[in-house]
């Protein structure tokens, strides 16, 4: 259910349409805007979350007109390596969906297979099913979606939930929108042993990785909104940390971006609590040198090198 | 005999979109919105079975039409009800109950007077027993 009800009372009396006002009027240009300056990097998935807002607003003229529209399908998949701004991307979406009268709502609903499926037979049902009316209205976000399909047990009860959802998504498309995230290798498998998936799905969105500098920029922005900043020196270490812990092993992105700006916080305080007698300016306090930066064990080989002496 | 229990239950039978509309509002004030179901209209019957659990932290109404679409596959040819609960201090009650499904015979029931000790008149709500009742 759209929300235009007089599609056809209205026909005759608007033959034009400002653009730019209904854009405004759905919010969409001022969703899109803080996608384009709080997300770095993503081209493509800034591209094709901007073609699925055009094809909505087009949509929805077109249907204030009079002309023929099919209600268009707006299940997704997001693909990416950890901490490449799957989930974050999905808030925004709901959010676009929203503002143009495609979600009634507006609420994601972000669940993972373990508030999908059950634990004994008979159980996944309802919980499938309470999870998706919770969801009407709004975006379903199932992350990591390929654990509702464990190849190597073909009893597992990951498939009732799996048909359960292929049944809703069909049926109520215009109540709620599902979204599947997950690592790109893995849900291709997924989709591969679940051709109904593939084919209900009509955005597949690939999240690239992030470039080097656009993990800097990333990390600038953290440290912004917290009150922090670099300094040069110690800008320059933290170039040198990317391009080091882009090598070792379980580096995820954006995430490790975020996880080393925490860390790094908490050396500088311990730095500046180190010296109990000194005064402190508001200099000190948002500045991080270098020192807190190259203390990471990123420098000394990393996390592996760490552990293994315990 | 057209059954009267409940909100709206003089106005002719609510369509779907005014169910909807209904559950929605419930929905808005954050009560939680329960189905239930029964064969057994009686007034006195307060406990018709429940369709599932109660449905808390719904925000559209189209989850409570699906299980209602699914509740009326199964119980068509009964009674069903929507109730909503407000949980909220001071009221913790129903807040509105109306009918959203009859059986294609209505359950009657005959008025029966008794009389007993001295000239007291005892009244009895009695179901009527109909011949073809699809029950």
């Keep these: 259910m759209l929300d235009v009800p007089h ?99 507006g609420q994601v609903i972000s669940v993972t297979r373990d508030d999908l499926v059950g634990q004994y037979i008979g159980h996944t049902a309802p919980k499938t099913k309470e999870i998706l009316k919770k969801a009407m209205g709004g975006v379903l976000f ?83 909104e917290r009150g922090y900043r670099f300094s040069a020196a110690a800008r320059e270490a933290f170039e040198k940390y990317i391009e080091l812990r882009r090598t070792q092993p379980f580096f995820s992105n954006a995430r490790s971006i975020r996880n080393a700006v925490d860390r790094i916080r908490l050396r500088q305080a311990d730095r500046l609590v180190s010296d109990l007698d000194r005064m402190l300016d508001v200099a000190d306090l948002e500045t991080i040198d270098p020192a807190d930066v190259l203390a990471s064990r990123v420098f000394s080989g990393g996390a592996d090198v760490r552990s293994a002496k315990p | 005999m057209k059954l009267t229990q409940g909100c709206f239950s003089f106005l002719p039978d609510l369509t779907d979109d005014q169910i909807t509309k ?45 299980e209602l679409a699914e509740c009326r596959r199964v119980y068509g040819d009964r009674y069903i009800r929507i109730s909503g609960f407000d949980s909220s201090h001071g009221w913790e009650s129903v807040r509105i109950s109306f009918l ?35 029950t």
């Design chain 1, 7 to 105: 599609a056809t009372t209205t026909a005759d009396s608007e033959a034009h349409f400002d653009l730019r006002k209904e854009a405004e009027a759905a919010g969409i240009t001022n969703t899109l805007q803080q996608l384009e300056q709080e997300l770095i990097g993503l081209r493509p998935v800034k591209n094709r979350v901007r073609q699925i807002a055009s094809l909505l607003l087009i949509e929805r003229i077109r249907q204030r007109a009079g002309l023929a529209s099919a209600p268009p399908t707006l299940h997704m998949s997001f693909t990416g390596n950890p901490g490449t701004g799957k989930t974050t991307v999905a808030l925004r979406m709901a959010k676009i969906l929203h503002g143009l009268g495609f979600v009634r709502r």
């Design chain 1, 142 to 224: 199932i992350d990591e979606a390929y654990y509702l399909h464990r190849p190597d047990n073909e009893r597992d009860y990951g498939q009732e939930a799996i048909e359960i959802l292929l049944q809703v998504m069909e049926n109520q498309r215009e109540d709620l929108v599902v979204i599947l995230a997950g690592y790109g290798e893995r849900m291709t498998s997924f989709f591969a042993s679940n051709p109904g998936f593939r084919s209900r799905i009509a955005h597949h969105i690939d999240f690239p990785d992030y470039a080097e500098d656009e993990l800097l920029v990333i990390a600038e922005l953290m440290l912004r």
């Design chain 2, 22 to 66: 209904q559950v929605q509002y419930c929905l808005a004030n954050g009560w939680a919105v329960n189905i239930e179901f029964t064969d057994d209209p009686h007034p006195r019957n307060t406990y018709w079975e429940m369709w599932g659990l109660p449905m808390f932290d719904l925000q559209d109404a189209a989850g409570v039409m699906m």
């Design chain 2, 100 to 134: 959203v499904n009859r059986p294609p015979q209505e359950a009657e029931f005959d008025l029966v007077r008794q009389e007993v000790g001295g000239r007291a008149i005892r009244y009895t709500t009695v179901r009527r027993q109909i011949a073809h009742a699809s």
